[in-house]
């Protein structure tokens, strides 16, 4: 696969209604935002900004199960979300037309808002026998939800590593289940450790993460520079030793067809009432505006832009959108 270059390497809930407020209750603007598979941590991370959002706005936020990423690009495509749980590569591909968005591109989609990086989870069951990525080769394994960013990192990586397992595709529900009665030696999926569904199989099945080698983490960055060196720490799944991955960020992506004022206080929203959202989901206090501008790799919607530069940010050229500029 040719490398990708991007300006910036990383740095080593369901319906969410009846918003907050004080006084009589006020109409709020409805919208719709497409996220993840539920049984997922980024499911209740994705709810949880929505919530904040909806309690300190004028708009009401509702949060859709999807199949992930690709699902929620081509959705928006379609005009069928107004905001849409993306990644830094989604994003990337499908602004400038090329990797899965080559004959479907959009560059009219825009960045809002990093939520916190996420980490790939390559996980094996214990009676499998199997201890390196090697020992997949010719196995029975689910790449990750279908339609899903794991799926094609799993994809990309194993290509650059020649890892060449059975893949077995379905939603992630039904793999877990398939791991769990033995059908598969193990599953993936791009989230924020822990995730609640590999611990409820491990619970049941016990399970180990794959590690990468220095030399495998070495070799994909330089193929795939979106993606940074990453640890799931030891015992983070009771029992598991420590290992090591690849992370990238997350975040929420809308369309130029979805209003700068409503962008901007959307933004306005999240930020200033960012210490809710990280106080319930943890990985997001990783993340602060500064992080978005640092390391968005396509152009700011225009009302998130605004939103940035009132806070004084400097934002680099590349990321202003051209209805801005």
């Known amino acids: 696969m040719t490398a990708i270059k991007l300006r910036h390497l990383l740095p080593a809930s369901l319906l969410v209604a ?4 004080t006084g009589t209750v006020q109409a709020q603007t409805a919208l719709n935002m497409g996220a993840v598979p539920t049984g997922t941590g980024w499911f ?5 900004g ?11 936020i509702t949060v859709r199960e999807t199949g992930g990423t690709r699902e929620n690009a081509i959705r928006l495509n379609n ?44 996980a094996v069951r214990q009676d499998s026998d199997i201890e390196t ?3 997949l080769n010719g196995e029975r394994f689910n790449p990750s939800s279908i339609g899903g960013g794991g799926e094609y990192i799993t994809e990309q990586v194993f290509g650059i590593l020649n890892i060449e397992p059975d893949f077995q595709r379905m939603r992630v529900n039904d793999a877990a289940e398939g ?19 590999f611990t409820e199989v491990h619970s049941s099945r016990p399970l180990q993460l794959l590690s990468l080698t220095d030399e495998q983490v070495k070799t994909v960055i330089e193929e795939l520079p979106f993606l940074s060196p990453a640890i799931v720490p030891a015992d983070t799944y009771t029992g598991m030793s420590e290992a090591q991955s ?7 992506a809308a369309s130029t067809e979805l209003d700068a004022d409503t962008v901007y206080e959307l933004t306005k929203a999240y930020w200033e009432n960012h210490d809710e959202v990280a106080a319930s989901f943890k990985p997001a206090a990783s993340v602060e505006p500064q992080t978005v501008v640092d390391t968005a790799t396509f152009p700011l919607h225009a009302g998130a832009l605004r939103y940035y530069q009132e806070l004084g940010l400097d934002i680099p050229e590349d990321i202003i959108p051209p209805e801005a500029q």
């Open 44 to 48: 209740f991370g994705i709810s949880e």
């Open 133 to 135: 990525f090697e020992d």
């Open 179 to 197: 791991v769990t009665d033995g059908r598969l030696v193990g599953f993936s999926y791009n989230g924020v450790p822990p995730i609640p569904l």
């Open 50 to 60: 929505a919530r904040v959002i909806s309690a300190n706005s004028d708009y009401e």
């Open 18 to 21: 009846g918003a907050l407020t």
């Open 79 to 122: 005009g069928e979300l107004d905001l849409a749980f993306t990644e830094a590569l989604v994003g990337y591909e499908l602004y400038n037309g090329v990797g899965r968005f080559e004959d479907t591109p959009n560059p009219d989609v825009r960045l809002v808002y990093w939520i916190a990086p996420s980490t790939m989870h390559w």
């Open 246 to 252: 690849l992370g990238i960020y997350m975040g929420v």
